[in-house]
């Protein structure tokens, strides 16, 4: 049993490293920036080949036999140390959005389509790694000041991008695709302004404080999500 437990942690820290190697491929393709290939392919040998070592400690605890293994954490232990490994990846990813691409080309998303759904899908990863980030964490000063920051961060670029779909939209009009992406916007600029205020007045308790407020935010997406079924197909 502790064997397929560590063979499912793996996949779990698999499929993050994959979705985190996706996303970080398209902001490198939005900036035009081409990396050696000898520096891609080493990485992701190396991000492979941690995959099983990262998954063996996060699940088996080596100072206790077989028998006496604890069957009850792996699942919150990973989760931790997941979003621990990818909280500060995710923090340099907005630091380079927001302080050294957008100033030199801060006109591009109110031009190029891609760029908004590049910025979309950053926000929307952005967004699930904090909420997994804090409901993972205990009462601790430094993940939550890791989580403000990510959290304010991400607040920005939101806010960027919904600059950029209403533009486009006082501009070309209403379609039925901005209709859904302003309105995504708008959901998650809500969720994280509400995130961001939970973190900011709930120093004593954090945590539980996030959780809340995540539990009271996600009825916002599902409805919009509801929503865009029922009105897409009208607006076409």
Same mark, same amino acid.
């Given at each position: 049993?502790?064997?397929?437990?560590?063979?499912?942690?793996?996949?779990?820290?698999?499929?993050?490293?994959?979705?985190?190697?996706?996303?970080?491929?398209?902001?490198?393709?939005?900036?035009?920036?081409?990396?050696?290939?000898?520096?891609?392919?080493?990485?992701?040998?190396?991000?492979?080949?941690?995959?099983?070592?990262?998954?063996?400690?996060?699940?088996?605890?080596?100072?206790?036999?077989?028998?006496?293994?604890?069957?009850?954490?792996?699942?919150?232990?990973?989760?931790?140390? !997941?979003?621990?490994?990818?909280?500060? &990846? /995710? $923090?340099?990813?907005? #630091?380079?959005?927001?302080? @050294? +691409?957008?100033?030199?080309?801060?006109?591009?998303?109110?031009?190029?389509?891609?760029?908004?759904?590049?910025?979309?899908?950053?926000?929307?990863?952005?967004?699930?790694?904090?909420?997994?980030?804090?409901?993972?964490?205990?009462?601790?000063?430094?993940?939550?000041?890791?989580? !403000?920051?990510?959290?304010?961060?991400? &607040? /920005? $670029?939101?806010?960027? #991008?919904?600059?950029?779909? @209403? +533009?486009?939209?006082?501009?070309?009009?209403?379609?039925?695709?901005?209709?859904?992406?302003?309105?995504?916007?708008?959901?998650?600029?809500?969720?994280?302004?509400?995130?961001?205020?939970?973190?900011?007045?709930?120093?004593?308790?954090?945590?539980?404080?996030?959780?809340?407020?995540?539990?009271?935010?996600?009825?916002?997406?599902?409805?919009?999500?509801?929503?865009?079924?029922?009105?897409?197909?009208?607006?076409?």
């Amino acid at each position: 049993m502790k064997s397929l437990e560590i063979v499912m942690t793996a996949g779990v820290h698999l499929g993050a490293f994959m979705a985190f190697a996706g996303l970080t491929a398209g902001i490198f393709a939005v900036l035009d920036v081409t990396l050696p290939e000898a520096l891609i392919l080493s990485s992701i040998a190396w991000g492979i080949g941690a995959v099983p070592i990262v998954a063996l400690a996060s699940a088996y605890q080596p100072d206790r036999l077989p028998t006496l293994q604890d069957w009850d954490q792996g699942l919150a232990k990973t989760l931790r140390l !997941l979003t621990r490994l990818l909280t500060p &990846l /995710a $923090l340099l990813v907005l #630091a380079i959005y927001l302080f @050294g +691409y957008i100033p030199m080309h801060f006109g591009g998303a109110f031009e190029e389509r891609e760029l908004r759904m590049v910025y979309n899908a950053t926000i929307v990863a952005m967004l699930l790694c904090g909420a997994a980030s804090g409901r993972a964490e205990r009462d601790n000063a430094i993940p939550r000041y890791a989580m !403000l920051a990510l959290t304010m961060l991400t &607040l /920005a $670029l939101n806010l960027y #991008a919904l600059a950029a779909i @209403g +533009y486009r939209t006082l501009e070309l009009g209403l379609t039925p695709n901005r209709h859904a992406v302003l309105g995504w916007n708008v959901v998650t600029l809500l969720m994280l302004a509400g995130i961001c205020h939970a973190l900011w007045t709930g120093r004593d308790d954090w945590v539980n404080r996030f959780a809340q407020r995540v539990g009271a935010l996600v009825p916002a997406p599902v409805e919009w999500s509801l929503w865009l079924l029922v009105s897409l197909p009208i607006l076409e």
